[in-house]
T-cell receptor, first 116, second 113 residues
Framework: SAVISQKPSRDICQRGTSLTIQCQVD?????MFWYRQQPGQSLTLIAT?????????ESGFVIDKFPISRPNLTFSTLTVSNMSPEDSSIYLC?????????????FGSGTRLTVV | GNSVTQMEGPVTLSEEAFLTINCTYT??????LFWYVQYPGEGLQLLLK?????DKGSNKGFEATYRKETTSFHLEKGSVQVSDSAVYFC????????????FGQGTRLTINP
């Protein structure tokens, strides 16, 4: 299965600034996803990163706050914009799948973001 | 809608004890089911999966059986080790054009020597 390198692994940011998180996959993958894991909670899907087109966002998440790029089948970025302390979370990217049901997705190691 | 409910944690066991973490789901359609593990300070790793009813997923001594009649996918291990201490997530995916994962709330497991 694919291996995903995610960076940065952690950051402490000032409120009002933006942070871009990168995920690099070691092979081409059909689907890439971005998740948020708030402290002590489960993972919530932010959006599906579509290659060559705009990302598809889940309810409660908007492009202005979480712009996503996916220029090719091995790379994606998530930007957390105009940050507030409520954005402090772990952000994870995930990739995999070739359309076959049951394919287990690989996750990056996560970016632990603290907004002060 | 699609949802996953996991046994509430935290769970604390002694080494070599038997482990069960309950997971039930609701889904529109025929889901695939997964268990992921998150070790301290790390991302998620796929532990095991099952794609159809009565399938048993297994890995590293863990196993779970896809039970359609009870909509369950309970995780079990016969003899846990200290190194199994982690957070365990049950998840499902349903093909709807994009195979998004829906996660349970996670169960923190601590194994004492």
């Amino acid at each position: 299965s694919a291996v995903i390198s995610q960076k940065p692994s952690r950051d402490i940011c000032q409120r009002g600034t933006s942070l871009t998180i990168q995920c690099q996959v070691d092979s081409q993958v059909t689907m890439m996803f971005w998740y948020r894991q708030q402290p002590g909670q489960s993972l919530t899907l932010i959006a599906t990163a579509n290659q060559g087109s705009e990302a598809t966002y889940e309810s409660g998440f908007v492009i202005d706050k979480f712009p996503i790029s996916r220029p090719n089948l091995t790379f994606s970025t998530l930007t957390v914009s105009n940050m507030s302390p409520e954005d402090s979370s772990i952000y994870l990217c995930s990739g995999g799948g070739q359309g076959a049901q049951g394919y287990g997705y690989t996750f990056g190691s996560g970016t632990r973001l603290t907004v002060v | 809608g699609n949802s996953v409910t996991q046994m509430e944690g935290p769970v604390t066991l002694s080494e070599e004890a038997f482990l069960t973490i309950n997971c039930t789901y609701t889904a529109t359609g025929y889901p695939s089911l997964f268990w992921y593990v998150q070790y301290p300070g790390e991302g998620l790793q796929l532990l095991l999966k099952a794609t159809k009813a009565d399938d048993k997923g297994s890995n590293k001594g863990f196993e779970a059986t896809y039970r359609k009649e009870t909509t369950s996918f309970h995780l079990e291990k016969g003899s846990v080790q200290v190194s199994d201490s982690a957070v365990y997530f049950c998840a499902l995916s349903v093909i709807q054009g994009a195979q998004k994962l829906v996660f349970g709330q996670g169960t923190r497991l601590t194994i004492n020597p």
